[in-house]
Antibody
Framework: EVQLLESGGGLVQPGGSLRLSCAAS????????MSWVRQAPGKGLAWVSS????????YYADSVKGRFTISRDNSKNTLYLQMNSLRAEDTAVYYC??????????????WGKGTTVTVSS | QSVLTQPPSASGTPGQRVTISCSGS????????VNWFQQLPGTAPKLLIY???QRPSGVPDRFSGSKSGTSASLAISGLQSEDESDYYC???????????FGGGTKLTVL
């Protein structure tokens, strides 16, 4: 069974850092693009970042560019999101999602249950 | 506001057919395929439709999708109480080089 399990969320002060992880199982992790999508309390879905499967090209939403870094360790079947200079508006549930293709941008077909990040003093 | 435009709410009675629209532009919907997600309260989004009109295995054929130009729509026929949920459209945007989502539509089954 294809599964994604996020971890690493928590309470952090404004300006702080946090690293999210997404452990993948049930599929050949290196063969697929992966993404992070977030949902602020009471709001809709918002794309954060994506990384391709084979060549590791990265893409970022303007709202997080320069502050967040997406990466993957294909040997550990794990996706990461390093979040620096966190702001109150980064407060959200963060989901990782698998694409159906290696290059991405086609279809996010499997989602994790999410991990909650709260930025507050 | 969201790059893709959806109505904030929709409603129907059991057995009815409802449609949810999603409006975009040439850099997103016209250029790429559209996905639809269902999100039940307190749960992660679930893929409902991909590639404009394809259903993943396990999704009932009551759900269908279509695309024309810069717009897409999701249709739900034979509405059931368990269809009460939030629905989101999404696609890749070639200008933004990223995914874009609609603001979501809350479907109420009366």
């Amino acid at each position: 069974e294809v599964q994604l399990l996020e971890s690493g969320g928590g309470l952090v002060q404004p300006g702080g850092s946090l690293r999210l992880s997404c452990a993948a199982s049930g599929f050949t992790f290196s063969g697929y693009a992966m993404s992070w999508v977030r949902q602020a309390p009471g709001k809709g879905l918002a794309w954060v970042s994506s990384i391709t499967g084979t060549d590791g090209r990265t893409y970022y939403a303007d709202s997080v560019k320069g502050r967040f870094t997406i990466s993957r360790d294909n040997s550990k079947n794990t996706l990461y999101l390093q979040m620096n200079s966190l702001r109150a508006e980064d407060t959200a549930v963060y989901y990782c999602a698998k694409d159906r293709t290696s290059s991405g941008g086609y279809c996010m077909d499997v989602w994790g249950k999410g991990t909650t990040v709260t930025v507050s003093s | 506001q969201s790059v893709l435009t959806q109505p904030p709410s929709a409603s129907g009675t059991p057995g009815q057919r409802v449609t949810i629209s999603c409006s975009g532009s040439t850099s997103n919907i016209r250029s790429n395929t559209v996905n639809w997600f269902q999100q039940l309260p307190g749960t992660a989004p679930k893929l409902l439709i991909y590639s404009n009109n394809q259903r993943p295995s396990g999704v009932p054929d009551r759900f269908s999708g279509s695309k024309s130009g810069t717009s897409a729509s999701l249709a739900i026929s034979g509405l059931q109480s368990e269809d009460e949920s939030d629905y989101y459209c999404a696609t890749w945007d070639d200008s933004l080089n990223g995914w874009v989502f609609g603001g979501g539509t809350k479907l109420t089954v009366l």
